[in-house]
């Protein structure tokens, strides 16, 4: 279990916010990501921001609520949130509460996040650069 | 000396001294929030995890898995799993008695989308206690095994009561904070659900079919 001291990362991927929304997520953690969040966004210009929530085993009112919250607090600020990783199990669950995410994409899994924010899968077969630097040689 | 708790403080007293013997016991038996003063020789086996959690401030991992392999011989049989009491102050107790919730179910074989559902109803009722009371509150888990394994969900406060209930329970509420559509959504989730509340308090009984 992920203790009270732990702060959820935020992962800057070109002009996205990604973060990784996982453990037991309190009151005090959450109050903490959504300031740094909007922090980041007006820092550095955020033009999307993506919640992959693969990390969270479940998903009661007070967690829809503080996503969608987060997700409403970045749309004032002109920021698209997209909320990612939800399992078969969570979206059961709440579905049968008939809870919603009001206002919130959400996408499968964080590849269809990214493809929906416009990033491009990279070509197969790319010469990965860091093998040159490493001096690495490529058998053929 | 042949009662479970004698037997437990045989086995750890091999490893520790029965100052600290005693110590790792209590605190597991406190820790694993067990009902009641008499332990079962199940109760030993599901306080693994406690105890474990106790060896460790004493003990290097090798010599606690040993300890750990003593106990399962020791106490073979493990019988149905028991109600457990939790009470609901503080926010770090909702995340305890819906992990809880969820490892009853695991014991009982629930599969794994009702034991979500499950912990959900617990993680709901104890949230409302942890927001809407000041005084704090108690949830109860009451397994029942068998051909058709159960979990009853209890959850009772001396707060304020819930003002419109009727209105929530309609589906015509929706308040701002999450109380309504919690309250609902946990109704929804379970194949009984009572509720009576006043000015002297609320008391939930839901039950779930594993």
């Not at chain 1, 953690?29 to 929530?53: F, P």
């Not at chain 1, 698209?80 to 499968?108: F, H, K, P, Y």
Request: hydrophobic fraction near 45%.
């Amino acid at each position: 279990m992920i203790q009270g001291t732990a702060r959820i990362p935020i992962i800057r991927l070109w002009s996205l916010l990604l973060v990784p929304v996982q453990g037991e997520l309190t009151d005090t953690h959450a109050e903490q990501l959504r300031h740094d969040v909007l922090a980041e966004i007006h820092a550095a210009g955020s033009s999307g921001l993506i919640l992959d929530v693969t990390g969270l085993w479940m998903m009661d009112s007070h967690m829809c609520a503080v996503l969608t919250g987060l997700a409403q607090a970045t749309a004032l600020m002109g920021t698209r949130t997209i909320v990612c990783g939800i399992n078969a199990d969570t979206a059961i669950t709440i579905q049968s509460m008939g809870l919603e995410l009001r206002g919130v994409r959400t996408a499968l899994t964080l590849e269809q996040a990214l493809l929906a924010f416009g990033v491009q899968p990279p070509p197969d077969g790319i010469d990965d650069p860091l093998d040159e630097i490493a001096g690495f040689e490529h058998s053929t | 000396m042949n009662d479970p708790r004698s037997k437990a403080l045989a086995v750890l007293g091999r490893h520790l001294s029965a100052i600290n013997a005693q110590n790792v016991l209590s605190r597991a038996v406190r820790d694993a929030r067990l009902v009641g003063t008499v332990l079962t020789l199940a109760d030993l086996r599901r306080m693994q995890p406690q105890i474990e959690r106790g060896l460790r401030l004493f003990l290097p991992a090798a010599t606690v898995a040993t300890v750990l392999a003593e106990f399962d011989r020791a106490f073979v049989p493990a019988g149905p799993p028991r109600a457990q009491v939790f009470p609901i102050k503080a926010e770090s107790d909702v995340s305890e008695a819906r992990l809880a919730a969820r490892g009853l179910c695991e014991q009982l074989g629930a599969r794994r989308v009702v034991a979500q559902k499950a912990s959900t109803v617990v993680s709901e009722l104890a949230r409302n206690i942890f927001m809407y009371t000041a005084s704090g509150g108690t949830i109860e888990l009451v397994p029942t095994a068998g051909p058709r394994p159960k979990l009853l969900i209890k959850a009772y406060d001396e707060g304020p009561g819930i003002p419109n209930l009727d209105e929530i329970m309609a589906g015509r509420y929706r308040s701002r904070t999450g109380l309504g559509a919690g309250l609902l959504g946990a109704k929804r989730l379970v194949e009984r659900f009572e509720i009576t509340t006043g000015a002297t308090g609320t008391r939930i009984s839901a039950e779930v079919d594993l």
